[in-house]
């Protein structure tokens, strides 16, 4: 898989990590201040696409 460089240095992955934490820390303070259903549906979808981009080093290893 054309991702396996990234998931599997570890300098990189982490800085990946470290950015989409920053990212959920942003839809999350969204999600708190929204004032209307569309926004808080669309930060609680953002929260789980990058929670579920956090899953992607297993992902890969584990599927090649």
Do not use: C, M
């Not at 054309?2 to 990946?16: G, I, M, R, T, Y």
């Not at 999600?31 to 981009?53: C, F, M, P, W, Y």
């Amino acid at each position: 898989s054309n991702l396996k460089p990234l998931v599997n240095n570890s300098h990189q992955w982490e800085a990946f990590s470290k950015y989409i934490d920053a990212a959920i820390n942003q839809q999350h303070k969204a999600l708190e201040q929204a004032d209307n259903t569309v926004i808080l549906h669309r930060a609680q979808g953002s929260i789980a696409v990058l929670q579920k981009l956090k899953l992607l080093r297993d992902e890969v290893n584990n599927n090649g």
